[in-house]
Nanobody, 127 residues
Framework: QVQLVESGGGSVQAGGSLRLSCAAS????????MGWFRQAPGKEREFVAAISWDGRNTVYADSVKGRLTISRDNAKNTVYLQMNSLKPEDTAVYYC????????????????????RGKGTLVTVSS
C-alpha cells in the first residue's frame, strides 16, 4: 500500500521556523522526483518546491525562494521542507507528492499530475 505521510506542521510566529517531513512507503521512492505543494484557505493549491530523484536539482516558487529549502534522504524514504523566516501568508495545508516521471530532473510540476499525494499537514503562521 502506497503511503505518503506528512508531519511537522504546527503554529509558529512570523519569523519562526518549521521543518516538515514526508515519509514514503510502498513505492520506489529513490527513482522519482518529489514535490511540496500548499493550499491556503480560500485559495487554489499551488506549487512550493520540488527535488529531483537524486537530490541534485531543486526548484522553488518565487514566493518561497531563499526561505524554504527542500531536501531528501533516499535511504530513509523521506523528503523534507525546511521553512525559515515564515510569514503569515505561508499559512496553508502543505502536501507532499511523488512525481510520475522516473528519473525526472526538470522544473515543471503540477499537483494533479503527481502520481501519489499525501493528506497534508497544517502550518499556521501568526503575525
Amino acid at each position: 500500500q502506497v503511503q505518503l505521510v506528512e508531519s511537522g506542521g504546527g503554529s509558529v510566529q512570523a519569523g519562526g521556523s518549521l521543518r516538515l517531513s514526508c515519509a514514503a512507503s510502498g513505492l520506489s521512492f529513490s527513482s522519482y522526483a518529489m514535490g511540496w505543494f500548499r493550499q491556503a484557505p480560500g485559495k487554489e493549491r499551488e506549487f512550493v518546491a520540488a527535488i529531483s530523484w537524486d537530490g541534485r536539482n531543486t526548484v522553488y516558487a518565487d514566493s518561497v525562494k531563499g526561505r524554504l529549502t527542500i531536501s531528501r534522504d533516499n535511504a530513509k524514504n523521506t523528503v523534507y521542507l525546511q521553512m525559515n523566516s515564515l510569514k503569515p501568508e505561508d499559512t496553508a495545508v502543505y502536501y507532499c507528492a511523488e512525481d510520475r516521471r522516473q528519473y525526472y530532473s526538470g522544473s515543471y510540476y503540477n499537483y494533479y499530475d503527481m502520481r501519489y499525494r499525501g493528506k497534508g499537514t497544517l502550518v499556521t503562521v501568526s503575525s
